[in-house]
C-alpha cells in the first residue's frame, strides 16, 4: 500500500527528537515515527494516511545498558537483532536475542511495542519490557514514576512501577514516541535441544492440538513455544514454489500438494519447539515430550547442536542424490536451532520470495520490500480448543481457496491457552491481478475470522482504520486519551485508532 510521504528525516538523538516535535507542532505537520522500518507485511514504513512525515529512528541505535547481573538492557530504536547478538557475543555474556522472524536487520524495540513474540524464552516481548521513555505529542519527555524519583535500577527491575500502569499505553498506539526501553534477556541455558513432531493425517489436528496444551501445562518455562505448520507452509521453506505447474492465478491444487508433500516428505502437520534447562531436567522433559506429542505423531525427533553438526556433514556423502534431497530439511532444521538458540537469522525471509522468485543473489542480505516481494500477514488468535482450532483451519481453508490464494497457516503457542496463528499472503507486486486478490483475502480473512470469534493481535497499517470501524467502543477511551495529549493531532494520526 503506498502512501504520499512529503519527507523523511532521521533524528539521532532524544534532544533532535523532542526539536522535531515542537517544530511539527508549530507548523501543523504530521509525524509518523518508525523504528528501521522493516515491519515486513504490516505495512514497513508506510503511515496510515498520506502527507504524514516519517521519522525513522534507526539513526538511533545505541545499546545504553546491560546489567550483566540482573539479565537487562536498555536499548534504542534503531538497535536490531543483529546488533545486540553482537554486543552480546563480543562481550561472551550469557544470554539470548529475543528473536523473530523479521531478521537480524529489525528493531527490537519496534517489534516489542508491537507487542511481538518469538519461541525462545521470553517469547513475549513487550510482557519482558520493564520500563520505557517517550517524547510526548507537545515534546515533553515521559517516564515511570519510580525513574523520576531516581530509583534507575529498581525502574529497570519491576516492571509495573507505583501507581496507574502508564508503559502500556505506548504498546499499539499513537501516545508518544518511544526512544528507549529496557527489557529482560534470557539467560542462555547449560542445554538445549529442539524437537520436531510429523503428525501424518490432518485428521489428527484435534489431538495434536490437546498434546500441545497438556504439554505446556506440565513443562510450563521448560518448553518454549511449540509451532504447528500446515504443509503449504513447510513446502514455502524446503522447495521453491511449482510456478510452471500452477496456472495463472491460480493456487496449487490439491493433486500437486500431495505430489509435493509425498517428494519432500512433508507431513499433514509439522510441529516444533524446543527445550531450556541442565540436561537432568531437558533429559526429563523428553520423557514427557514422548508421553505427551508422540502418541499423535509418525515420528519425533530431538536435536542438540551437536547433532546437527554431524547431520550437516555425513549429507553430502549419502549416495544416489539422497543429500542433496535431504538438505533443504536439514538446513530448516539447523536454522530452526539457530532460532531457539537465541541467534538472528534470515530463516523466515525466503517465505516473503516463495511466490515472486525474485531473490537477490546468493549471500546478499534479504530485503523483501525492496526486492518487490508480495507480503501481507493475517495474524488472528485461536484459542487452544481443538474444535475451535478446526473451525479455525477449515475457515481459512475457504476463503483462501475463494481468493485462489494458498493457505499458509503457522500456529504458534503463546500460551498453554491461545495460539496466533500467522497467514502470509504471498503475491506477485507486479501483479495487478494478484495484487487485488491478495487484499480481497486478506478483508475477507479479517472478517470472517472476526465473525468465528478469532481476532488479530496487531494489524498493519493499511488496515487500522477496519479496526476502529470494527469496535468504535473500544477505542472511544483511546480517542479521549489522543485528543487529551495531542490536540493538533502530531503523532502518528489514525494509527490504532479513528484519530
Not at 532460532?339 to 543473489?361: C, D, F, H, I, N
Request: hydrophobic share 40%.
Amino acid at each position: 500500500m503506498s502512501r504520499r510521504v512529503p519527507a523523511v528525516v532521521f533524528p539521532a538523538s532524544t534532544r533532535e527528537l523532542v526539536a522535531l516535535v515542537e517544530l511539527a507542532n508549530a507548523r501543523g505537520l504530521a509525524l509518523y515515527p518508525v523504528s528501521t522500518g522493516r515491519n515486513w507485511g504490516y505495512g514497513c514504513g508506510a503511515p496510515v494516511r498520506d502527507d504524514c512525515v516519517v521519522v525513522d529512528l534507526s539513526r538511533m541505535d545505541r545499546i545504553v545498558s546491560l546489567d550483566a547481573e540482573l539479565g537487562l538492557v536498555t536499548v534504542q530504536p534503531g538497535v536490531t537483532q543483529g546488533m545486540l547478538s553482537q554486543y552480546l557475543r563480543e562481550r561472551q555474556l550469557p544470554f539470548l536475542v529475543p528473536v523473530t522472524g523479521a531478521g537480524p536487520d529489525c528493531s527490537l524495540l519496534g517489534n516489542a511495542l508491537e507487542r511481538g513474540y518469538g519461541i525462545t524464552p521470553h517469547a513475549d516481548h513487550f510482557g519482558a519490557i520493564t520500563r520505557l521513555e517517550a517524547v510526548l505529542p507537545d515534546g515533553s519527555l515521559y517516564r515511570s514514576a519510580h525513574g523520576d524519583l531516581g530509583g534507575q535500577r529498581v525502574d529497570q527491575a519491576f516492571k509495573w512501577g507505583v501507581g496507574p500502569y502508564l508503559d502500556g499505553l505506548f504498546s499499539q498506539s499513537n501516545l508518544g514516541i518511544v526512544t528507549e526501553l529496557t527489557f529482560v534477556l534470557a539467560r542462555r541455558p547449560e542445554h538445549l535441544e529442539a524437537f520436531f513432531f510429523w503428525v501424518p493425517e490432518d485428521a489428527g489436528l484435534e489431538d495434536a492440538v490437546g498434546a500441545i496444551r497438556e504439554t505446556l501445562r506440565e513443562l510450563g518455562g521448560v518448553v518454549g513455544a511449540i509451532n504447528l505448520l500446515n504443509p503449504q507452509r513447510v513446502l514455502s521453506m524446503v522447495a521453491p514454489y511449482p510456478r510452471n505447474r500452477v496456472p495463472r492465478g491460480e493456487a496449487l491444487s490439491a493433486e500437486l500438494l500431495a505430489e509435493l508433500t509425498s517428494q519432500h516428505g512433508v507431513g499433514a502437520w509439522t510441529g516444533t519447539g524446543g527445550l531450556y534447562g541442565t540436561r537432568e531436567v531437558v533429559r526429563a522433559a523428553r520423557s514427557t515430550i514422548r508421553r505427551r506429542l508422540g502418541r499423535v505423531s509418525r515420528r519425533l525427533v530431538f536435536m542438540g547442536a551437536e547433532r546437527a553438526r554431524m547431520l550437516g556433514q555425513w549429507l553430502p556423502r549419502l549416495p544416489l542424490g539422497l543429500g542433496a534431497k535431504l538438505s533443504p530439511q536439514a538446513r530448516v532444521l539447523s536454522n530452526v536451532l539457530s532460532v531457539l538458540e537465541g541467534v538472528p537469522t534470515q530463516m523466515a525471509l525466503p517465505l516473503a520470495y516463495w511466490k515472486s522468485g525474485r531473490r537477490p543473489p546468493e549471500g546478499a542480505p534479504l530485503n523483501p520490500h525492496a526486492d518487490g516481494c508480495g507480503l501481507l500477514w493475517t495474524s488472528p488468535l485461536v484459542p487452544m480448543v481443538p474444535e475451535l482450532v478446526r473451525i479455525y483451519v477449515r475457515t481459512v481453508r475457504e476463503v483462501t481457496a475463494r481468493h485462489r490464494m494458498e493457505p499458509l497457516i503457522t500456529l504458534t503457542s503463546l500460551s498453554d491457552r491461545c495460539f496466533d496463528s500467522s497467514i502470509p499472503l504471498l503475491f506477485d507486486r507486479e501483479d495487478p491481478d494478484e495484487a487485488a486478490r491478495a487484499l480481497a483475502c486478506q478483508q475477507a480473512l479479517l472478517d470472517t475470522c472476526r465473525r468465528e470469534g478469532f481476532l488479530p493481535y496487531r494489524v498493519g497499517t493499511h488496515t487500522m482504520r477496519w479496526l476502529a470501524e470494527q469496535a468504535p467502543q473500544a477505542w472511544r477511551l483511546t480517542e479521549h486519551l489522543k485528543r487529551a495529549l495531542d490536540p493538533r493531532q502530531v503523532l502518528a494520526p489514525e494509527r490504532y485508532s479513528g484519530l
